[in-house]
Nanobody, 119 residues
Framework: QVQLEESGGGLVQAGGSLRLSCQVSGGIFAISTVGWYRQAPGKQRELVASRSSGGFTDYADSVKGRFTISRDNAKNTVYLQMNSLKPEDTAVYYC?????????????WGQGTQVTVSS
């Protein structure tokens, strides 16, 4: 059974840092593109950052230079290091594991973790 377990959200002041973690169980981590999405109140869910199994990374323009995504294949865990946080980064952050464009494609989501940045 696939599960994505997130941790690390919380309340931080503007300019501060947080690190989100997501452990992916169920045997899919090594073949997945893993990433983080976020959804603020009244807005659509958007990609924050992703990292493929081959090491390709993608970032939203709004977080480039401030956020870093990394993955530890030995621990089946993806991290999102968030620095220089801004109030507009406030959202629920969702971990994602997906494999698209193959016969065995899949998309899985975590339950979400709240990140609140105070001004």
């Amino acid at each position: 059974q696939v599960q994505l377990e997130e941790s690390g959200g919380g309340l931080v002041q503007a300019g501060g840092s947080l690190r989100l973690s997501c452990q992916v169980s169920g045997g899919i981590f090594a073949i997945s593109t893993v990433g983080w999405y976020r959804q603020a109140p009244g807005k659509q869910r958007e990609l924050v950052a992703s990292r493929s199994s081959g090491g390709f990374t993608d970032y939203a323009d709004s977080v480039k230079g401030r956020f870093t995504i990394s993955r530890d294949n030995a621990k089946n865990t993806v991290y999102l290091q968030m620095n220089s946080l801004k109030p507009e980064d406030t959202a629920v952050y969702y971990c994602n594991a997906q494999r698209i464009g193959t016969p065995e494609q899949f998309i899985y989501w975590g339950q979400g973790t709240q990140v609140t940045v105070s001004s």
